[in-house]
């Protein structure tokens, strides 16, 4: 983990990876500063929040400081996009990645910057050997009935992949509320400990990023819905069914700052590393 040489701001960015990392209990309160933000960081950009678009940052930053002599963009572990809002209110970055548009009280302080669209899959485990599931299957997977040799793990309830995959296939989310509140599935906070959880739980499924599997190489398998494979193209479509937005969020006083990056990714250079990430670059991000 790359953290700045300021120990308030470490602190900082400690408050809102613990954040992240209690979903459910109320958040610390916040810190009092004469000037109401941190100052930046003077040698790096940093970004930091949703764990879906935090491997999309990673390839976007290496395309970028292959051939731009401005700020070098620094991707931190994610904190989920609550933590990331957070982070980029408090100042303690840069970018906030987010997984969602920004709420009422959240756009008084931010902007957000449309990114791309990430397809929200059905990942399964290395030693899953079926295909995909129709939408009957997954209903029963969330339902719990046995049978189909899966063993199906839960996001937290701030998760947006669960919104994303539930606007699709609505009859899930009760189903998935049922199973947490009986303790039925194990439950994981954040896309590492999904990973995790995917790699090492024999026949395990779950709600992951598609480009996440592609930009970290991931062995896991995309599953297809209802006949339909996750890809890129299938997003251009509109074909695949369960999508989120992605964006980055900042301060209008650090505008001027990011701005070389934001031309980045808005030209064809940069939408051409997000699709090679495994995302579909926004047409708003273009402008």
């Known amino acids: 983990m790359h953290l700045a040489n300021s120990p308030l701001r470490f602190a900082h960015l400690l408050s809102w990876a613990l954040l992240a990392a209690c979903a459910g209990d ?54 989920g996009t609550r933590g990331g809002v957070a982070a980029a209110t408090d100042g303690a970055v840069d970018l906030g990645l987010v997984g969602r548009g920004l709420r009422p009280a959240e756009a008084t302080a931010l902007e957000l910057f449309p990114l791309a669209l990430d397809a929200v899959v059905v990942a399964g485990a290395p030693d899953v050997e079926r295909q995909g599931l129709t939408r009957t299957e997954l209903r029963q997977l969330y339902a719990g009935e046995r049978g189909s040799g899966l063993t199906l793990l839960l996001r937290d309830t701030e998760e947006t992949a669960n919104d994303a995959l539930e606007s699709a296939y609505p009859e899930l989310r009760a189903l998935r509320e049922s199973g947490v509140a009986s303790a039925r599935f194990r439950v994981l906070d954040h896309d590492e400990a999904m990973a995790h959880a995917l790699l090492t739980t024999p026949g395990g499924v779950g709600v992951f990023s598609f480009g996440a599997i592609l ?19 299938a997003l251009a479509s509109r074909r695949w069914p369960a999508v989120r937005r992605l964006g980055m969020v900042f301060r209008a006083e650090r505008r001027a700052r990011i701005a070389p990056f934001l031309a980045f990714v808005a030209s064809a250079e940069g939408r051409s590393a997000t699709r090679a990430a495994g995302y579909l670059p926004l047409p708003e991000a273009a402008q």
């Open 26 to 79: 109320p958040p610390p309160p916040a810190p009092v500063r004469a000037n109401g933000a941190l100052a930046p960081t003077p040698d790096a950009l940093l970004a930091m929040g949703s764990g879906a678009a935090t491997p999309l940052l990673q390839a976007l930053s290496r395309a970028y400081a292959a051939g731009h002599p401005s700020l070098p963009v620094r991707v931190e572990p994610s904190v």
């Open 215 to 233: 930009s970290w190489r991931l062995p896991l398998r995309p599953l297809t819905l209802d006949g339909v494979r996750p890809s890129v193209d």
